[in-house]
């Protein structure tokens, strides 16, 4: 396999998949704004975990990666301020610009699923 997993990277994805799964409940909740918090922080802890402290300060930080980081804090801002709706919008833009590039990686990974990567192999094949 092309791709190592450690346990660190293990448990940072599984963050990132609780991560997601407590925005999912947020948002079937009407946007609870205390999922939504809590899916945040189990998502940044396990993007920081998968990629590292350097590595993930250095793509926030990164000039073109600008647009992406501020729309993804003004997301954030609009979830504590009380604008859920708006928040996730923003956060879900800022998190395309901001892992656009990784979609390639991704997929290749998924490919390795046995279940998973058939279903991907179904409908686009490489």
Do not use: Q
């Not at 396990?46 to 003004?74: D, E, Q």
């Amino acid at each position: 396999m092309a791709y190592e997993l450690t346990e660190m990277k293990k448990a940072g994805i599984g963050l990132i998949v609780f991560g997601i799964f407590f925005t999912f409940l947020a948002v079937v909740l009407f946007f609870d704004r205390g999922l939504l918090a809590l899916g945040n922080i189990f998502w940044l802890s396990g993007v920081a975990i998968l990629l590292g402290w350097r590595s993930m300060l250095s793509l926030f930080t990164n000039p073109p990666n600008y647009k992406g980081t501020a729309s993804f804090l003004l997301g954030l801002f609009f979830i504590f301020v009380r604008l859920p709706i708006i928040g996730i919008l923003f956060e879900l833009y800022g998190c395309l610009v901001l892992f656009g590039h990784f979609w390639s990686s991704i997929k290749v990974f998924l490919y390795h699923i046995p279940l998973i990567g058939w279903i991907i192999h179904f409908i686009s094949p490489p």
